[in-house]
Structures are given as structure tokens and as C-alpha cells.
């Protein structure tokens, strides 16, 4: 059964840096989609990057690209975040979730879209 443990979060401040990881046990990542979410408080879900590790494939939300790198390493099973020059309403709720649809046959952004989700690691940015 596939288990997916996020860590790496915690207090940054206004433009610095946070790498995040995304473990997971019970499959392979490599013929998954992983996509961050992220949940501030009184919004949705919002999809953040995207990897289809088989092919290294990434997507990001306008708002992160330049800043965000995701990328996914095989032999640990495990995917990650590095979030630099991060700003105060990054504040959220940090989530990785998967699912194995072939790519292009879902929303890459759709929380619905994915079907196994991990706990969530919260990030603060703030001075």
C-alpha cells in the first residue's frame, strides 16, 4: 500500500529557502505523476509543481516558476521541493500527493485528480 510522509517544513523567513521531501514507501514513484499542493488558511487546494519521474517531465504554477525546483530521485523513492526566494503569503499547508493516470488524461492541477495524498508538513514565512 502506498505511503507517502512529507518533511522539511518549518519557518523561514521572507526570502529564504526550504527544500522539502516526499517519501514513499509500498511502490515505486516511477511510474507516477507527484504533484505539491499547497492549502493556505480559508483557501483551496492550489497545485504548486508537478513530476512524472519515468521521464522527468515538470510542470509549475506561474506564480513559483523561477523559484521552485521539483525533482525526483529513483533510488531513494522520494521526490522534492526546493522552494527558494519565498514570500509571507506562501504561508500553507504543504502536500504531496500521486496518482498513476497516464499523463495527460487528468487536470494536472486538480486536487481530484489524485488519489493517494500525504499528511501535509506546514511552511511559515515570516520575518
Known amino acids: 500500500q502506498l505511503q507517502l510522509v512529507e518533511s522539511g517544513g518549518g519557518l523561514v523567513q521572507p526570502g529564504g529557502s526550504l527544500r522539502l521531501s516526499c517519501a514513499a514507501s509500498?511502490?515505486?514513484?516511477?511510474?507516477?505523476?507527484i504533484c505539491w499542493f499547497r492549502q493556505a488558511p480559508g483557501k483551496g487546494r492550489e497545485g504548486v509543481s508537478f513530476?512524472?519521474?519515468?521521464?522527468?517531465?515538470?510542470d509549475y504554477a506561474d506564480s513559483v516558476k523561477e523559484r521552485f525546483t521539483i525533482s525526483g530521485d529513483n533510488a531513494k523513492n522520494t521526490v522534492y521541493l526546493q522552494m527558494n526566494m519565498l514570500k509571507p503569503e506562501e504561508t500553507a499547508v504543504y502536500y504531496c500527493?500521486?496518482?498513476?493516470?497516464?499523463?495527460?488524461?487528468?487536470?494536472?492541477?486538480?486536487?481530484?485528480?489524485?488519489?493517494?495524498w500525504g499528511q501535509g508538513i506546514q511552511v511559515t514565512v515570516s520575518s
Open positions: 509500498g511502490v515505486s514513484l516511477d511510474r507516477y505523476t
Open positions: 500527493a500521486v496518482t498513476d493516470w497516464p499523463r495527460g488524461t487528468f487536470v494536472l492541477d486538480h486536487p481530484g485528480s489524485y488519489a493517494e
Open positions: 513530476i512524472t519521474t519515468s521521464n522527468g517531465k515538470t
